[in-house]
């Protein structure tokens, strides 16, 4: 089970970070991904973390968005900088290990120009 936190309504150029808290230690097994869908879109990966903190990212977001992520504490994090009205969507995390994988619910970014 993994819920994201942190979205809301920000100015273009603003920052937000959100979280993805884990409820269970396995936690850190598992290699998070950082998808995001806006109304009437397609999914797309934005961003992902390995379980040892090696990052990827998308096009769109390189050298605007960091994730990151403490095991320590079962959460990982996506910070968002800059941000512009094409970066307003639903931001899930997903984290996947094997053949474990959990989703969080979803929380919404929106951008006003």
């Known amino acids: 089970q993994l819920v994201e936190s942190g979205g809301g309504l920000v100015h273009r150029g603003g920052s937000l970070r959100l979280s993805c808290v884990a409820s269970?230690?396995?936690?850190?097994?598992?290699?998070v991904r950082w998808y995001r869908q806006a109304p009437g879109g397609q999914r797309e990966l934005v961003a992902r973390i390995t379980t040892t903190g090696i990052t990827m990212y998308g096009d769109s977001v390189k050298g605007r968005f960091t994730a990151s992520r403490d095991n320590a504490k079962n959460v990982a994090y996506l910070q968002m900088n800059d941000l512009s009205p094409q970066d307003t969507a639903t931001y899930y995390c997903n984290g996947i290990s094997g053949s474990l994988e959990s989703w969080g619910q979803g929380t919404q970014v929106i951008v006003s120009s």
């Open positions: 269970e230690s396995i936690f850190r097994i598992y290699a």
